[in-house]
């Protein structure tokens, strides 16, 4: 278990002693990749829980069981396919070194049951990721790194507060400890946690971010970093102190689902439609926040993975993210990779995204829900008709070796994991896709980008802080 954080760890070190050589670093980055998937098969098919350090109540507890196990899979195959198509471009041993400590860092998290070592972890995660986000050192990326800091530090203070709260009460650091613990201390972790979780209103800095950063960081932002608080949510909520919070969850989780969905039908960047559906997706994982919202946002960070590459390569290539503009330019290879994501995130039956989304509407706590999660549903068919409708050149031209086997892995999870786990009944969302694919045709004239007040950073801090106080006053009138 202690080798899934070690060895992408020492990668890092190496690459970083080994910076000035680009090659070489790749090559080390992709073994070390291979290296630590290759434990996985030992370790996730059993529950099994170690203590790090004889500190009594203060030592380390790491511990994998089923609502681990997709957040493990799903980091390994995001981390082997942006470094098998970072190869032959302009990143040092730098950028490797990043990826892979953020790699190892990743998986200390979903491995750890200690509130305070989760905390020193996803700090380290945010620090790594606004130096990912602006590693270009282009100025948009600069701000929308500086928009991401400031929010993500105010609510990591807000859950050091919480899990200090949680200590004072209790003794313990340990994730057990949030059974005895106040229902204040709940909300102040939730609230700090809740800006990275790409719910609408709480992440508003999530657009900018995801839009800008370099191709092979965007898939780590969307597939990787904002899951991080829907697996601590999954796990917190089985607790008594967040009980309130299950409500809560359906209640901005639908709202999520639904007004994410609205700015990317409208927007005409490609790469914001996908970090407008990441802000959709999430709603749909926190709806139920349980086992199927795992495994949903397994499926989501790989689909999503093969998205951002197709796009971001397509986009550096054609020099424009205005997807109107690439039809007729993208060769067949580019519309072949970028349809098998653009079926999986609608929900198109045999694809990894209808098996987890199926599940997640059949789950639903009442008939009302399900009818709002088919209605997102319908608004993402329609959304990504967008690229569907795109029409490839005639010639085929294939893009390089490496790019071809990190699209191939993912697309071939996505298609595997859509034929193991379909039923029969989920034939029903083919009804979805075909409607939204029908109103993105009459409906594609009027179309036109919404206004982006809420993503300005002063907007984006107000939104937070409203939602996180409205966030109290729900708790305080659940828990009385």
């Known amino acids: 278990m202690i080798a899934l954080v070690f060895l992408p760890v020492l990668g890092g070190i190496i690459c970083l002693v080994l910076k000035d050589r680009k090659s070489v670093s790749s090559i080390v980055a992709i ?3 291979i290296a630590s998937g290759s434990v996985l098969p030992f370790v996730i098919f059993e529950d099994a829980s170690i203590i790090l350090g004889k500190w009594g109540v203060l030592g380390i507890g790491l511990a994998i069981d089923e609502l681990t196990t997709p957040f493990l899979l799903s980091t390994f195959i995001v981390m082997l396919a942006i470094i098998l198509n970072s190869i032959n471009k302009s990143y040092d041993g730098f950028f490797y070194a990043l990826i892979l400590i953020l790699y190892g860092t990743l998986n200390s998290i979903f491995l750890s049951r200690d509130l305070f070592n989760i905390f020193v972890t996803v700090e380290l995660a945010s620090i790594i990721s606004f130096i990912l986000i602006s590693y270009e050192k282009k100025p948009r990326q600069a701000w ?28 313990s650091f340990a994730m057990e400890s949030l059974e005895k613990a106040s229902t204040i201390a709940s909300v102040l972790i939730f609230g700090g946690l809740a800006v990275k979780s790409g719910l609408f209103f709480f992440s508003m800095w999530l657009p900018d971010a995801h839009s800008n950063a370099p191709t092979e960081v965007s898939p780590i932002l969307s597939g990787l970093i904002v899951k991080l608080d829907v697996y601590l949510s999954i796990r917190f909520i089985t607790y008594s102190s967040f009980s309130w919070m299950r409500d809560t969850y359906i209640f901005i989780g639908i709202l999520s689902a639904i007004i994410g969905v609205i700015f990317a039908v409208n927007s005409k960047n490609a790469k914001r439609v996908l970090a407008y559906h990441t802000i959709s997706q999430v709603g749909f994982m926190l709806v139920n926040c349980d086992k199927s919202s795992a495994w949903h946002g397994f499926s989501h960070a790989v689909f999503k993975t093969l998205l951002f590459l197709a796009v971001g390569n397509i986009s550096a290539r054609l020099g424009t993210k205005d997807y109107s503009k690439w039809s007729g330019k993208i060769s067949t290879v580019e519309y072949t990779f970028l349809l098998i994501g653009s079926l999986a995130i609608a929900g198109f039956p045999m694809t990894s995204g209808c098996v987890t989304k199926e599940v997640i509407i059949h789950g639903a706590c009442c008939p009302s829900l399900r009818i709002l999660l088919l209605i997102a549903s319908v608004g993402t068919a329609m959304s990504f008709s967008k690229f569907i409708f795109l029409k490839p050149v005639k010639t085929t031209t294939w893009p390089a070796a490496n790019v071809v086997a990190a699209y191939v892995i993912l697309s071939g999870v996505i298609i595997t994991h859509g034929v193991i786990g379909f039923e029969i009944y989920m034939f029903e969302s083919l009804l979805a896709v075909v409607a939204g694919i029908a109103a993105y045709l009459i409906l594609r004239r009027f179309l036109k980008p919404l206004p982006i007040y809420l993503e300005r950073i002063d907007s984006a801090l107000s939104s937070y802080l409203i939602l996180f106080l409205i966030t109290i006053g729900l708790a305080i009138l659940f828990s009385s």
């Open 144 to 171: 929308a790194s500086l928009k991401y800091l400031l929010l993500s530090s105010l609510g990591l203070n807000f859950y050091l507060l919480g899990i200090g709260i949680v200590y004072m009460e209790t003794g």
């Open 31 to 33: 073994v070390t990749a």
